[in-house]
């Protein structure tokens, strides 16, 4: 089965930082762009980053900018995920998924993303 393997979740104290990973299993990332959305328990999948492989253009929504940070390994085949300042409202689920680059927004309904992982828990607490 073609899906991501995402990894690096934890529990961190407020104000804390993790790096998530994210790698395909059983194929290999080309002219696609990977997005990471999050769900917490009771709310809807949420986007969160955005980046295209090709250029390394990127997107996030409003509530991680300028906290998380999206960046690919092409060589290592890998996207991964910087997040500094974790709050707790940041708890939750985390999956990586991907879509063609035109869809590379975190305003695109997670329909439009393909490859599901099983997702990495982030707990943020003190």
């Known amino acids: 089965q073609l899906q991501f393997v995402e990894s690096g979740g934890g529990l961190v104290q407020p104000g804390g930082s993790l790096r998530l990973s994210c790698a395909p299993s059983?194929?290999?990332?080309?002219?696609?762009?990977v997005g990471w959305f999050r769900q917490a328990p009771g709310k809807e999948r949420e986007g969160v980053s955005c980046?295209?492989?090709?250029?390394?253009?990127?997107a996030y929504a409003d509530s991680v900018k300028g906290r998380f940070t999206i960046a690919r390994d092409n060589a290592k085949n890998t996207v991964y995920l910087q997040m500094n300042s974790l709050k707790p409202e940041d708890t939750a689920i985390y999956y990586c998924?991907?879509?063609?680059?035109?869809?590379?927004?975190?305003?695109?309904?997670?329909?439009?993303?393909?490859?599901w992982g099983q997702g990495t828990q982030v707990t943020v607490s003190s």
């Open positions: 998924a991907a879509t063609y680059p035109h869809y590379c927004s975190v305003a695109v309904s997670a329909e439009r993303y393909d490859y």
């Open positions: 059983g194929f290999f990332l080309e002219d696609h762009a």
């Open positions: 980046i295209r492989l090709r250029d390394g253009s990127t």
